[in-house]
Nanobody, 125 residues
């Protein structure tokens, strides 16, 4: 059993930065991790994933040059820079299947089995 808790969200202005954290209780060391986001009226969308040892990452195109995912022990981080209004939403941390390869084919919610409760990111212009 894994329990994931996100933190670090808040209200920022366009162009600002935020760093989200996802603290895990239970094992995540052999698992890829991902961040998803959901804004009102929209489906949950994939943002980024990182493989089990941190050696590979995969970003959705809209954030690739601005966001950075990393992991250390039982915490996963998402550094978000140059935030835009389109980045607003609830950000969820999730654990993927053990040793799952990350990439286009696994960048969907059904490849992740444990989820946190989410942290709200609001971007004002």
């Amino acid at each position: 059993q894994v329990h994931l808790v996100e933190s670090g969200g808040g209200l920022v202005q366009t162009g600002d930065s935020l760093r989200l954290s996802c603290a895990a209780s239970g094992s995540i060391s052999d698992y890829p991790m991902g961040w998803f986001r959901q804004s009102p009226g929209k489906e949950r969308e994939f943002v980024v994933s990182i493989n089990w040892n941190g050696g590979r990452t995969y970003y959705t195109d809209s954030v690739e040059d601005r966001f950075a995912i990393s992991r250390a022990r039982n915490t996963v981080y998402l550094q978000m820079n140059s935030l835009k209004s389109d980045d607003a939403g609830v950000y969820y941390c999730a654990r993927g299947r053990m040793y799952m390869a990350i990439g286009t084919s696994t960048a969907t919610a059904d490849n992740f089995d444990y989820w946190g409760q989410g942290t709200q990111v609001t971007v004002s212009s």
